[in-house]
């Protein structure tokens, strides 16, 4: 059973382009968890989805981010128009078929904005 | 508010015992994590205590947690050099989905 997947594993992008970062859950699980680590900092809750459903999307910058995870396929983190400030490490989690199952984490999508 | 926080940076010897703390400040917390990240790699749950627990025993891993003081400890007996990495606090709290509030983490270097 392989574990939570994330590509790419790092991820250049010029300033105004567009950053998009995928996350495969693993096997069975419905729940995933967007995280985002800034240098030298911990990881700060994005924003939490099931299968076509956003459940909490509270830790999301209000403009330029958008995150869906659809029936089929692996959950999408975009990022519209990336700024400097975006560069970070996107780690995603998923979880069982409890929000109180363990998150497993994958080993997170690096951003660079030049 | 949710808030957690540990001190940055912690060095003990080879074979010695690490203790690293966390602070949190949301009294409705539910479940408290330690999670350890290696270089470049994601988090790994290393073990979890519930709110109404006080401790917890996990081979050479001891978890303390002080409600009262809102305070968790994690020892580490016979620490190894495997055991550098940054450690991280996490609570998840009712009512917010089970999402983890992570502290801003703490490195442990380990000296022979």
């Known amino acids: 059973n392989a574990g939570v997947m994330q590509n790419p594993r790092h991820l250049v992008r010029r300033r105004g382009q567009e950053a998009r970062l995928r996350c495969s859950p693993m096997k069975g699980h419905s729940h995933v968890y967007w995280y985002r680590q800034l240098p030298e900092e911990g990881l700060k809750f994005m924003v939490y989805l099931q299968k076509e459903n956003i459940i909490d999307e509270s830790g999301m910058p209000k403009e330029r981010f958008s995150a869906e995870f659809p029936k089929e396929g692996p959950s999408i983190l975009r990022i519209q128009q990336v700024v400097r400030g975006d560069s970070a490490a996107y780690f995603c989690a998923s979880a069982g078929t409890s929000a109180r199952d363990e998150q497993f984490f994958g080993p997170g999508t690096r951003l660079t904005v030049l | 508010g949710e808030d957690v926080e540990q001190s940055l940076f912690l060095s003990v010897r080879e074979g010695d015992s690490s203790v690293i703390n966390c602070t949190y400040t949301d009294s409705s917390s539910t479940y408290l994590y330690w999670y350890k990240q290696e270089p470049g790699a994601g988090l790994q749950l290393l073990t979890y205590i519930f709110s109404n627990m006080d401790m917890k025993q996990d081979q050479r891993l001891t978890v303390l947690l002080n409600k009262k003081d809102k305070h968790l400890s994690l020892r580490i007996a016979d620490t190894q050099t495997g055991d550098s990495a940054i450690y991280f606090c996490?609570?998840?709290?009712?009512?917010?989905?089970?999402?983890?509030?992570f502290g801003t983490g703490t490195r442990l270097q380990v000296t022979l």
């Open positions: 996490a609570e998840t709290t009712t009512g917010t989905a089970s999402k983890l509030t």
